[in-house]
C-alpha cells in the first residue's frame, strides 16, 4: 500500500504541474496543438461526410462525400481527395487539394460526364466550400502562424474547461478582422469560434456539436457553422471514421482523381 | 489483330469483373425548349429543341474494377417522325492491372489537352449539335467506343486510346440547325429541300481506318506538361471529292504538346499542334485543306468571390498559304494565312451557388466572326434545375467557323431533376 501512494502521487503531481504551465502557456502554442489535433489527427483519415446547408428560409440542401486525408508531416503538407456522391448532379465528381504550407494550396477538379481533368485557381482560400457557410479555409485549417494570438483566460463551455483565445490575422484578411476560440483544455479540439468581420461585427460562428472518441483520438464528429448575418446554417456529420489506414501517397494523383480509389471509397 | 484484340479483351474483362456487388442507381430527367431568333432559316423546324430526356445511370465496383453505364431515352418534339429516340452515352468496364496498368474498354466520353472550348490535341469526337442548341455541357463530347490504356511509372503517364471505328464530330445536319454550303455559296437547310440534310460518309470499318491517339503525361510542382501524337482522320468532313461530288474525311496526323499549371494567383495553359494533312502536305490539292499549326494561351483567374474569368488566344498558321490562295474561286471569302480567335469566360456564382450566371464568347477579328453563349441557372433544390440561355452567331461572311451558323440564334429553357 505504501509502495502505491507515490505512483498515484506522481501522476497527480504532474497533472497539477501541467494544468500551471499550460495555463501560462503561449496562446500561440495553444492554437498550434489546436490546429494539429483538428486538422492532423492520425497521420492519416477518412470519413463519410453529410453536409447540411439551410438557407435563411429554413430550406435544406444536402451534399455527401467521402473524404480522404494525409499529411505529410504533422504541421506539414496535406493532401486531400473528396468524391461526391450526392446530389445527383456531382455525383460521382471527384476533387483535390495539395494544402501548401508555404505557398498557394493546388486543387484539380474532375468532372467524369465529361471525362475533364480541371484544375482550380485556389487564390481565394475565403470562399464557400460547396456552397455552404464553410470556406475552403474551414475545411483544410488556417496556419496558426497567419495570426497574432491572445490568451484570454480560461472558461467554462458547457461542462467543459476551455481556453479562451483572440486570434488577429497579421496581414489584412477578408475572412475575418478577428477571431475567438474556445479550446478544450484536455484535448485541444476547438469547441466554438467567433469571426468578426472588419466592423467587429460577429459575422460567423463555429460549434463543435458532439465530439467522439475515435481510434483513441478525440473527434469533432458534428460541426456547425452559423452565418449570423446571412441567417444560414451548415451542419457537418462524420461518420465511419477511421485514421492511420495507411492511405498510399499516390492515391492523390490525378491516377485517382480519374478512377476512384475503391479501396477506400464505396 | 481484328479477330484476336476483341478475344484477348473478353478475357481480360473475365478476369476483372468486379469482386464486390455495390450497384447503384441515379440519373435525371430533363424538358429542354428552344426557339430561333432568325425567321429566315432555311431548316424545317421553328424550334431549335423540344425534347424531353430521361438518363439513367449506373455503375458497380469492386476494389479493382468499375463498371458504368449513362442511358438516355429521348422524346424529341421536332422531329415529324421518329420521336422516340435513346443513345447509349457510356458503358464501360475499367480495371486495373498488375499495380502500374489502367483500363478503361467500351463506349466512353474522352477528353485532354489544355483549352477551354478549344480544342487542339484532343481529337475526340464533339457534338456540336447539342453544344448549339441548350443541351447540358456534358453532350458536346459524343462518346467513341475505345480501349484506352494508361501505364503509370515515374516519369509520369502514358496513355493510349485505340478506337477501332472512326468517330467523327456531330455538326448541324440543315434539319434544325442551318449550315453554309460551298457548293451552293449560301447557307442551307432542310426547309429549302430535302438534299440539304447533311450527313457524310464515314471511312469503312477497317483496321487501317481506326483511330488513335496518345498522349505522355509529366506532373511537376503545380505544372502538368503533356505531349501528344494523333493519327485518324480530320474530325470535320473538311475534303471533298470531285469524283462523288461530296465531302470526306480527310487523313490528319497531330503532333502537340501542352503546359498547365497554378501561376499568378490562377491558372495558365499554353498548348500547341501540328495538323499534319496526310492527304495534302505539299499544299497541292484544293480538294483537301493545308496542314497547319496552331497555338493558344489561356489564363484563368477568380477575380473576386465567386467570380471567375478566364480568357484565351488562338493563331493557327495555315501551310503553303500562296497555293491554297490561288486555289480559291474568285469572289469567294478567303481567310488569313494566320487566323486569330479570342475567347472569354465570365462565371458569377450568386446565393450560395444556388444561381450561376455564365458568359463564353469567341471572337476572331480574322474571320470577323463571334459566337456568344450564355445561361442562367437557377438550382430551386438539389433536385430541381432551371436554366435560360442562348446561343448568338454572327459573321461578316457567310464560309467562316461562326459565320456559317448565323441564322441559327436560339434562346431556350431547360427544366432539370436530378434523382
Known amino acids: 500500500m505504501k509502495k502505491l ?23 500561440n502554442e495553444i492554437m498550434k496543438k489546436s490546429h494539429l489535433a483538428y486538422y492532423y489527427a492520425g497521420n492519416d483519415g477518412l470519413a463519410e461526410v453529410t453536409m447540411t446547408l439551410t438557407d435563411k428560409r429554413g430550406k435544406e440542401r444536402v451534399r455527401e462525400f467521402t473524404m480522404l486525408r494525409r499529411d505529410e508531416s504533422d504541421g506539414g503538407n496535406q493532401e486531400y481527395y473528396t468524391y461526391f456522391k450526392k446530389p445527383s448532379d456531382v455525383s460521382r465528381l471527384t476533387f483535390m487539394v495539395h494544402k501548401m504550407t508555404d505557398g498557394n494550396d493546388l486543387r484539380w477538379l474532375y468532372v467524369p460526364s465529361v471525362d475533364l481533368v480541371k484544375p482550380i485557381s485556389a487564390d481565394d482560400k475565403n ?9 475552403y479555409e474551414d475545411v483544410s485549417g488556417r496556419r496558426w502562424t497567419e495570426d497574432n494570438h491572445t490568451y484570454k483566460g480560461e472558461q467554462d463551455l458547457n461542462g467543459t474547461a476551455v481556453y479562451v483565445i483572440e486570434s488577429v490575422p497579421k496581414e489584412p484578411y477578408k475572412g475575418f478582422a478577428r477571431k475567438v476560440s474556445y479550446i478544450d483544455k484536455d484535448n485541444f479540439l476547438p469547441l466554438k469560434e467567433e469571426y468578426y468581420d472588419s466592423k467587429n461585427n460577429l459575422e460567423r460562428i463555429f460549434t463543435a456539436e458532439k465530439v467522439d472518441t475515435v481510434d483513441g483520438i478525440p473527434t469533432v464528429t458534428i460541426r456547425k457553422m452559423d452565418n449570423v448575418q446571412k441567417k444560414s446554417f451548415t451542419t457537418v456529420d462524420f461518420t465511419s471514421i477511421k485514421y492511420n489506414v495507411g492511405i498510399e501517397a499516390d492515391v492523390f494523383s490525378e491516377r485517382y482523381l480519374k478512377t476512384p480509389p475503391r479501396k477506400y471509397i464505396h | 489483330m481484328n479477330k484476336i484484340a476483341p478475344i484477348v479483351f473478353g478475357l481480360l474483362l473475365l478476369a ?70 435513346w443513345e447509349l452515352r457510356e458503358a464501360y468496364l475499367k480495371f486495373r492491372l498488375g499495380s502500374n496498368f489502367d483500363f478503361k474498354v467500351g463506349r466512353q466520353i474522352l477528353t485532354w489537352g489544355t ?32 480501349i484506352r490504356t494508361e501505364y503509370y511509372n515515374s516519369l509520369g503517364a502514358f496513355s493510349v486510346v485505340w478506337s477501332p471505328r472512326f468517330t467523327p464530330n456531330r455538326l448541324p445536319t440543315g ?16 426547309g429549302t429541300g430535302p438534299q440539304y ?37 480530320y474530325k470535320n468532313p473538311t475534303g471533298f471529292d470531285p469524283n462523288s461530288m461530296s465531302p470526306f474525311f480527310p487523313r490528319l496526323n497531330v503532333y502537340g504538346t501542352s503546359l498547365r499549371g497554378a501561376t499568378m494567383g490562377g491558372i495558365v495553359w499554353l498548348e500547341g499542334g501540328y495538323f499534319d494533312s496526310r492527304q495534302d502536305q505539299a499544299g497541292d490539292n484544293p480538294y483537301v485543306p493545308n496542314s497547319s499549326a496552331t497555338g493558344m494561351v489561356g489564363f484563368e483567374r477568380q477575380v473576386a468571390t465567386d467570380l471567375t474569368v ?13 497555293k491554297f490562295k490561288a486555289q480559291q474561286p474568285p469572289g469567294a471569302y478567303v481567310r488569313d494565312e494566320v487566323k486569330h480567335l479570342l475567347t472569354s469566360r465570365v462565371t458569377k456564382q450568386l446565393n450560395m451557388e444556388t444561381i450561376t450566371l455564365s458568359g463564353f464568347v469567341f471572337y476572331s477579328p480574322s474571320d470577323e466572326d463571334a459566337y456568344v453563349r450564355f445561361s442562367g441557372e437557377y438550382k430551386y433544390t438539389d433536385n430541381l434545375t432551371f436554366m435560360l440561355g442562348g446561343n448568338i452567331f454572327d459573321g461578316k461572311h457567310h464560309s467562316t467557323d461562326f459565320g456559317q451558323f448565323s441564322l441559327n440564334d436560339n434562346i431556350f429553357v431547360k427544366l432539370t431533376y436530378g434523382y
Do not use: C
Open chain 1, 5 to 27: 501512494i507515490p505512483h498515484l502521487l506522481l501522476p497527480v503531481l504532474a497533472l497539477v504541474l501541467i494544468a500551471i504551465t499550460a495555463s501560462a502557456q503561449d496562446a
Open chain 2, 197 to 233: 440534310y447533311f450527313e457524310p460518309a464515314i471511312p469503312p470499318a477497317r483496321f487501317k481506318n481506326s483511330e488513335l491517339a496518345t498522349r505522355f503525361q509529366h506532373q511537376f510542382g503545380a505544372f502538368s506538361f503533356s505531349a501528344y501524337f494523333y493519327r485518324g482522320f
Open chain 2, 115 to 146: 483549352g477551354d472550348l478549344i480544342f487542339i490535341n484532343d481529337v475526340f469526337a464533339k457534338d456540336y449539335r447539342s453544344f448549339f442548341i441548350g443541351r447540358d455541357d456534358q453532350y458536346l463530347k459524343a462518346p467513341q467506343n475505345a
Open chain 1, 127 to 135: 470562399s464557400s466550400f460547396v456552397g455552404s457557410d464553410f470556406t
Open chain 2, 16 to 85: 476483372a469483373v468486379p469482386s464486390r456487388a455495390e450497384v447503384r442507381f441515379d440519373g435525371f430527367v430533363q424538358g429542354l425548349f428552344g426557339g430561333r431568333l432568325d425567321q429566315h432559316n432555311p431548316t424545317s423546324t421553328e424550334e431549335t429543341a423540344s425534347e424531353t430526356r430521361l438518363q439513367l445511370r449506373m455503375e458497380d465496383f469492386g476494389d479493382r474494377s468499375e463498371f458504368f453505364g449513362r442511358l438516355d431515352f429521348l422524346y424529341d418534339g421536332t422531329q415529324d417522325t421518329n420521336q422516340y429516340d
Open chain 2, 175 to 190: 434539319r434544325r440547325l442551318s449550315y453554309y454550303n460551298p457548293m451552293s455559296g449560301e447557307i442551307v437547310g432542310t
Open chain 2, 310 to 322: 478566364n480568357g484565351q488566344w488562338q493563331v493557327d498558321y495555315m501551310t503553303n498559304y500562296d
